[in-house]
């Protein structure tokens, strides 16, 4: 009995299953399955350039492409030959102008920063460092403090970061007016 139950019901799992349906729903115009199989492709683990790839071949405009092209451009490590073939010429030298503009705007924002400095009663637990940096006994950064402004840098740094990235990729690759996927 268990087998007559579920002949005929499959479930797809993995993201070349949802990539054939999206596919077939694509070219019979299944706007319902085809908005299932891009949600289901997105929870799919898979490389930026696989993303970008989908993205282009059944045209996905969402926050999902969006987030592909920026991982690629803020990542360390340049693109691959692979990847740059797998891409295409002028999207691998797009995205290698984004990385370089990118790194010239970060680096520009880190150089500016300083660690503020907090008034306060207590005995300095950093007396070396306030005396040799000339600041009066009154005004020390306590250890807390500066592991807050620390955290606090770092948060900031990578929300200009990633929007700046994400503004960049959005012009050059015309994402604009991406909303989530249907």
């Given at each position: 009995?268990?087998l007559?139950?579920?002949?005929?019901?499959?479930?797809?799992?993995?993201?070349?299953?949802?990539?054939?349906?999206?596919?077939l729903?694509?070219?019979?115009?299944?706007?319902?399955?085809?908005?299932?199989?891009?949600?289901?492709?997105?929870?799919?683990?898979?490389?930026?350039?696989?993303?970008?790839?989908?993205?282009?071949?059944?045209?996905?405009?969402?926050?999902?492409s969006?987030?592909?092209?920026?991982?690629?451009?803020?990542?360390?490590?340049?693109?691959?030959?692979?990847?740059?073939?797998a891409?295409?010429?002028?999207?691998?030298?797009?995205?290698?102008?984004?990385?370089?503009?990118?790194?010239?705007?970060?680096?520009?924002?880190?150089?500016?920063?300083?660690?503020?400095?907090?008034r306060?009663?207590?005995?300095?637990?950093?007396?070396?460092?306030?005396?040799?940096?000339?600041?009066?006994?009154?005004?020390?950064?306590?250890?807390?403090?500066?592991?807050?402004?620390?955290?606090?840098?770092?948060?900031l740094?990578?929300?200009?970061?990633?929007?700046?990235?994400?503004?960049?990729?959005?012009?050059?690759?015309?994402?604009?007016?991406?909303?989530?996927?249907?």
């Amino acid at each position: 009995m268990q087998l007559l139950r579920s002949f005929g019901t499959y479930r797809p799992h993995t993201a070349e299953e949802w990539t054939s349906i999206l596919h077939l729903a694509t070219r019979w115009e299944f706007d319902d399955i085809r908005a299932l199989a891009i949600r289901e492709i997105e929870r799919c683990p898979l490389t930026p350039v696989e993303k970008i790839a989908l993205s282009r071949e059944f045209d996905i405009s969402s926050l999902w492409s969006l987030n592909a092209y920026t991982e690629l451009c803020e990542r360390p490590e340049a693109l691959t030959v692979q990847e740059a073939l797998a891409l295409g010429l002028q999207t691998t030298v797009r995205i290698s102008q984004l990385r370089e503009r990118l790194r010239k705007s970060l680096g520009k924002h880190r150089a500016s920063p300083q660690l503020p400095v907090q008034r306060t009663t207590k005995r300095p637990e950093h007396s070396f460092e306030n005396a040799r940096l000339g600041r009066p006994k009154e005004f020390v950064l306590d250890s807390s403090a500066r592991s807050r402004t620390l955290h606090s840098r770092a948060i900031l740094e990578k929300t200009l970061r990633f929007s700046e990235a994400s503004r960049l990729v959005t012009e050059t690759f015309g994402l604009g007016g991406i909303n989530e996927v249907v």
